[in-house]
């Protein structure tokens, strides 16, 4: 079994037709046919249904090596890369996506200890909602998404990194700003700050309402965490965020953070890849050390993962990131 089989064999897959796939290959047609048949005389099986001319479907056993093929071509094309890399003086480039929120307070901390334990290499980021960042993924712009409220998606693997929670903040002049807190229903009839429609932060604030049986009213909408924060401090409503976003503004007594019965306050944040996808060094060496920065969080050697701002974590806006350019 050659490269060049391989190639031609997934063309005709993908193209649907030999012809179209030999212009992909740059053979020619009858090339190609005798690149499959040898193909097929070595598995010792049909790859192709022809009871129909020109649709060429693949048969139980093309399935299966058309699995194999995509992998093993990706792995040539990773590996080509890699050493292409390292002849340039280089050490690849991680390519990682994540909410605007995750870029500001958790992702340089992660970078910061990447960089050190694996320096020369540049790293890529993509800033978006979770639907943009899985989308992403599937057309390898990122090879890894570090998202909050990861879905359970059997062509995706997922490992939780850290926990953190969601929590409505108000101004200190606010009718609530005295109490610890209280309950969706209480917040019948406040102008909300929120997110955009595609955004799960939103989507879960809204379904706790339903269920609550609350109308609430929406005063602006469509605008990052950071906004939220400026427009709720100007007493202009309320909003919900992860907790992680608020601490220094808590601190300072600039926004109250208060607990909201009613809703589903956990927020994991978890790095995603697509399982069909081999990772680069890079993209392998950054989830090895994410855990090692989770665990040093922790004081654990547990893969259980850490809440935000334990231990070391401090205000990861502090922590400088090199070779970083980002798409946000």
Same mark, same amino acid.
């Given at each position: 079994m050659e490269f060049q089989q391989l190639e031609m064999f997934a063309a005709v897959v993908e193209e649907g037709s030999v012809s179209r796939a030999a212009g992909r290959v740059c053979r020619t047609a009858p090339a190609v046919s005798i690149a499959l048949r040898k193909l097929e005389e070595e598995m010792g099986a049909p790859l192709f249904d022809r009871s129909e001319r020109h649709n060429y479907r693949l048969t139980a056993s093309g399935k299966i090596l058309y699995s194999f093929a995509t992998r093993i071509l990706e792995m040539r094309k990773e590996a080509t890369a890699a050493v292409s890399e390292v002849r340039r003086g280089g050490r690849?480039? +991680?390519?990682?996506?994540?909410?605007? $929120?995750?870029?500001?307070? +958790?992702? @340089?901390? *992660?970078i910061h200890a990447f960089n050190e334990s694996h320096p020369g290499v540049k790293t890529e980021v993509v800033c978006g909602n979770s639907e943009r960042l899985l989308t992403a993924l599937g057309t390898r712009k990122i090879?890894?998404?570090?998202?909050?409220?990861? @879905?359970?998606?059997?062509?995706? =693997?997922?490992? +939780?990194?850290? !926990?953190?929670?969601?929590? +409505?903040i108000t101004s200190p002049q606010h009718r609530l700003a005295g109490l610890k807190d209280v309950h969706v229903r209480d917040l019948a009839g406040e102008l909300l700050i929120v997110q955009g429609p595609k955004s799960l932060? !939103? =989507?879960?604030?809204? !379904?706790?309402?339903?269920? /609550?049986?609350? $109308?609430?009213? &929406?005063? &602006?909408?469509?605008?990052?965490?950071? /906004?939220?924060?400026?427009?709720?401090?100007?007493?202009?409503?309320?909003g919900f965020v992860p907790l992680m976003c608020v601490r220094e503004e808590a601190a300072r007594g600039l926004l109250i953070v208060i607990k909201v019965e009613g809703?589903? #306050?956990?927020?994991?944040?978890? *790095?995603? !890849? #697509?399982?069909?996808r081999l990772l680069?060094? /890079?993209? #392998?060496?950054?989830? =090895? &050390? $994410?855990?090692? &920065?989770?665990?040093?969080?922790?004081?654990? $050697?547990?893969?259980? /993962? @850490? @809440?935000?701002?334990?231990k070391d974590h401090g205000s990861s806006r502090a922590v400088p990131v090199k070779r970083a350019r980002s798409y946000c």
């Amino acid at each position: 079994m050659e490269f060049q089989q391989l190639e031609m064999f997934a063309a005709v897959v993908e193209e649907g037709s030999v012809s179209r796939a030999a212009g992909r290959v740059c053979r020619t047609a009858p090339a190609v046919s005798i690149a499959l048949r040898k193909l097929e005389e070595e598995m010792g099986a049909p790859l192709f249904d022809r009871s129909e001319r020109h649709n060429y479907r693949l048969t139980a056993s093309g399935k299966i090596l058309y699995s194999f093929a995509t992998r093993i071509l990706e792995m040539r094309k990773e590996a080509t890369a890699a050493v292409s890399e390292v002849r340039r003086g280089g050490r690849g480039t +991680l390519r990682i996506g994540t909410h605007e $929120s995750t870029s500001l307070y +958790l992702l @340089p901390s *992660l970078i910061h200890a990447f960089n050190e334990s694996h320096p020369g290499v540049k790293t890529e980021v993509v800033c978006g909602n979770s639907e943009r960042l899985l989308t992403a993924l599937g057309t390898r712009k990122i090879e890894l998404a570090l998202i909050g409220d990861a @879905p359970d998606d059997p062509q995706l =693997e997922r490992q +939780l990194i850290t !926990r953190d929670e969601l929590v +409505l903040i108000t101004s200190p002049q606010h009718r609530l700003a005295g109490l610890k807190d209280v309950h969706v229903r209480d917040l019948a009839g406040e102008l909300l700050i929120v997110q955009g429609p595609k955004s799960l932060l !939103r =989507e879960r604030m809204v !379904r706790a309402f339903q269920e /609550a049986d609350t $109308s609430f009213n &929406v005063s &602006v909408e469509n605008i990052a965490i950071e /906004a939220i924060k400026r427009m709720v401090a100007e007493g202009l409503g309320v909003g919900f965020v992860p907790l992680m976003c608020v601490r220094e503004e808590a601190a300072r007594g600039l926004l109250i953070v208060i607990k909201v019965e009613g809703i589903n #306050r956990e927020w994991d944040l978890w *790095l995603v !890849r #697509r399982k069909d996808r081999l990772l680069s060094p /890079a993209a #392998r060496a950054f989830v =090895e &050390v $994410s855990f090692e &920065v989770a665990r040093r969080w922790t004081g654990s $050697s547990t893969d259980e /993962a @850490p @809440p935000i701002g334990t231990k070391d974590h401090g205000s990861s806006r502090a922590v400088p990131v090199k070779r970083a350019r980002s798409y946000c």
